[in-house]
């Protein structure tokens, strides 16, 4: 099970940001993914949990779903 974590710093309010993930060691990237950051009015701190699972081990994804309710990712 690979997990991984990014922060993202000094982003601007009400802004666009376009993402995507992937594996540049083999050019394997998922599509373009967009968010728009909160208004300026928001407190300081937002936090998002995003996980996916490729569905490649069955029991692989309830141990990431009782980590993130466990709180171990987060």
Same mark, same amino acid.
């Given at each position: 099970?690979?997990?991984?974590?990014?922060?993202?710093?000094?982003?601007?309010?009400?802004?666009?940001? =376009?993402?995507?993930?992937?594996? %540049? #060691?083999?050019?394997?990237?998922?599509?373009? =993914?967009?968010?728009?950051?909160? %208004? #300026?009015?928001?407190?300081?701190v937002v936090q998002w949990l995003i996980f996916g699972d490729m569905g490649t081990t069955i029991p692989m994804g309830k141990t990431v779903t009782d980590s993130i309710l466990r709180g171990l990712l987060v």
């Open positions: 099970m690979n997990m991984y974590a990014v922060e993202l710093q000094n982003l601007q309010p009400e802004t666009v940001y =376009y993402y995507r993930c992937g594996n %540049p #060691s083999v050019n394997a990237w998922s599509s373009q =993914y967009f968010f728009t950051t909160p %208004p #300026s009015t928001t407190p300081d």
